[in-house]
């Protein structure tokens, strides 16, 4: 063990054992993507694929889960979890969306975290 150094076991690599273990593709820990298209539920497609990755990034997203492109019921949930966890309007009113869409104030937190 004395020639294991202490970023042997950090949370980046732990992540990405973890994500190959369970994805086919692992998730790149450093996801940079701009995000412009909202998006709501029922949507497909390339976009929403970046969603569910970074949505999978940020923690939200269950890591057990393939990224898929399909905005079902698994990604509301993980919205509604992104947009609480960053307070993004009133607790009540993000409750009452379900987590259903992914509109500006979304969009421009997921910017602020992923479009470094």
Same mark, same amino acid.
């Given at each position: 063990?004395?020639?294991?150094?202490?970023?042997?076991?950090?949370?980046?690599?732990?992540?990405?054992?973890?994500?190959?273990?369970?994805?086919?593709?692992?998730?790149?820990?450093?996801?940079?993507?701009?995000?412009? *298209?909202?998006?709501?539920?029922?949507?497909?497609?390339?976009?929403?694929?970046?969603?569910?990755?970074?949505?999978?990034?940020?923690?939200?997203?269950?890591?057990?889960?393939?990224?898929?492109?399909?905005?079902?019921?698994?990604?509301? *949930?993980?919205?509604?979890?992104?947009?609480?966890?960053?307070?993004?309007?009133? *607790?009540?009113?993000?409750?009452?969306?379900?987590?259903?869409?992914?509109?500006?104030?979304?969009?421009?937190?997921?910017?602020?975290?992923?479009?470094?």
């Amino acid at each position: 063990w004395q020639w294991l150094n202490e970023d042997y076991f950090s949370y980046e690599n732990i992540f990405q054992v973890w994500t190959h273990l369970f994805n086919s593709t692992p998730i790149p820990v450093e996801f940079k993507h701009h995000f412009v *298209k909202s998006m709501k539920y029922g949507d497909n497609g390339p976009e929403v694929l970046a969603l569910q990755t970074a949505l999978q990034v940020d923690g939200t997203f269950t890591k057990l889960i393939k990224p898929t492109g399909f905005y079902g019921g698994i990604t509301a *949930k993980a919205v509604l979890d992104f947009q609480l966890k960053y307070a993004l309007a009133e *607790k009540n009113y993000l409750i009452s969306l379900g987590g259903k869409n992914v509109g500006p104030l979304t969009l421009a937190k997921l910017n602020a975290l992923f479009n470094k």
